[in-house]
């Protein structure tokens, strides 16, 4: 498959030059992509990423956040939901819902919004 060019969207290495011109100069945020590994998950992200949207892409489920890649990392759980499903998660909060299998299986998304260390030699929670 080949890309052509779109003035209307043009592809992300063509924005870069601009990202000056809207920052401001306040910090640059950078949205980043996380798989989501299944029905309950730790992530690691940069702190006080912005949760903007739960999708799935090519049938595998994503969260997109909003980030300051010079934030150092923490970890964030997530837990996904079937639709029907009876689930317990006090605080709780959710943050998207997303379908794979053509819409055939349905989930909901939450995060106890807890930012936990990470061990930053694996990635993983302390």
């Known amino acids: 498959m080949h890309l052509q060019q779109d003035d ?3 592809v992300p290495s063509l924005w870069a030059p601009q990202i000056n011109r809207f920052s401001k100069g306040g910090q640059v945020k950078t949205i980043w992509k ?3 590994k299944g029905p309950r998950c730790d992530i690691a992200m940069p702190r006080l990423a ?3 949207t739960v999708q799935s892409q090519h049938d595998e489920p994503m969260i997109w956040a909003e ?3 010079y934030e150092p990392k923490v970890s964030r759980r997530f837990m996904s ?3 029907g499903s009876p689930f317990e998660e006090e605080g709780a909060t959710y943050v998207g819902t997303f379908q794979i299998r053509g819409g055939i299986l349905v989930f909901h998304v939450y995060t106890d919004g807890i930012e ?4 930053d ?5 302390k």
């Open 81 to 83: 939901v079937p639709t």
């Open 50 to 52: 912005k949760i903007l």
């Open 8 to 10: 209307r969207w043009p």
């Open 121 to 125: 030699a694996t990635g993983s929670p």
């Open 67 to 69: 980030v300051d890649p």
């Open 116 to 119: 936990r260390p990470v061990d």
């Open 34 to 36: 996380f798989p989501l």
